[in-house]
């Protein structure tokens, strides 16, 4: 069976974004997909500090919060749904250091792993906080599902998230599509495997070194 892990980015447990994730997971239930919502919004988790320890150690130097226990269910997970409220106009604080941990920290292969990513504001910047959220995929051969509209609700509250009926429609599709690309994926690695990833190059400088 596939398995989605959906990170709650926001401190509501229950708020806009919690809604947005809400109605992916009643779809991916009907799809058969297992699911587990995770809520990080909540943590005071702190922003990477470059300090090298995970490329030694293959974990991230800080267990005080969630990372290093995310990393484990990612890397056995077939997608990863990232839900963020927008401050400001980005992804709000807490969910972008988790993400950079959680991407930089980890060396598994996320090949062919689903990345989705919703975000939820009240009336401006879903569209550039969508954008850097896709960023972390798109950097780490993770295909990205998409749907009839991006990924986005409008509200302030979860209640006006329930009358953004397009928003909701939104991450409905998105869930069917994002099972149906989990499914193909695991059903073609079956059969003719992954692709080769050339790795030999790591090019800071004009000249190579
Ligand atoms: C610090 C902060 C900054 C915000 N910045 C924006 C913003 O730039 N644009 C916007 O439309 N809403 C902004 N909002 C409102 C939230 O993005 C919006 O209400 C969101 O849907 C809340 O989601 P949640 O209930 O899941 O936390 C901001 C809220 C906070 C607390």
Known sequence: MAKVILLNGSPKANGCTATALNEMVKIFHEEGVETELIHVGNKGVRGCISCGYCVKNGKCIFND???????????????????SPVYYGSPNGTILS?????????????????????????????????????????ISSMPVASSTYWNQVHGFTAEDVKKDLEG???????????????????????????PLQECEAFTSFPDGK
């Open 65 to 83: 919060d969630l990372v290093n226990e995310v990393a484990a269910k990612f890397e056995l997970a077939d997608g990863l749904v990232v839900g």
């Open 98 to 138: 988790f993400m950079d941990r959680l991407f930089y920290s980890t060396s598994f292969s996320k090949q062919m792993k689903v990345g989705a990513a919703v975000v939820s504001c009240r009336r401006g910047g879903n569209t550039a906080s969508f954008d850097v959220l896709n960023k972390y995929f798109t």
């Open 168 to 194: 909701l429609q939104t991450m409905r599709n998105l869930a069917r599509n994002m099972s149906f690309m989990m499914k193909a994926f695991a059903e073609t690695r079956e059969k003719y495997g992954l």
